[in-house]
């Protein structure tokens, strides 16, 4: 599991904590307890991921940096 702190979470009050276990999000929340590494975010801001979207939309063309 891998624990990212100090997340400014888009549209949230305060830094967050985010746990993620297999690939997939299973806690955010001031403290989401202990895992195996830990990484910091220093406040950087934490967008929710695109749904994938069908390639005539041309959202597939969008580029996240």
Known sequence: MK?????NIYKTEGL???LIDDGKFKSIAP???EADSVIDLEGKLV???LRR???A???HFLWIG
């Open 3 to 7: 624990k990212f702190i100090n997340a």
């Open 16 to 18: 967050q904590q985010i």
């Open 31 to 33: 403290d989401v307890g």
């Open 47 to 49: 967008l929710p991921p």
């Open 53 to 55: 979207s069908p390639p």
């Open 57 to 59: 939309s041309g959202l």
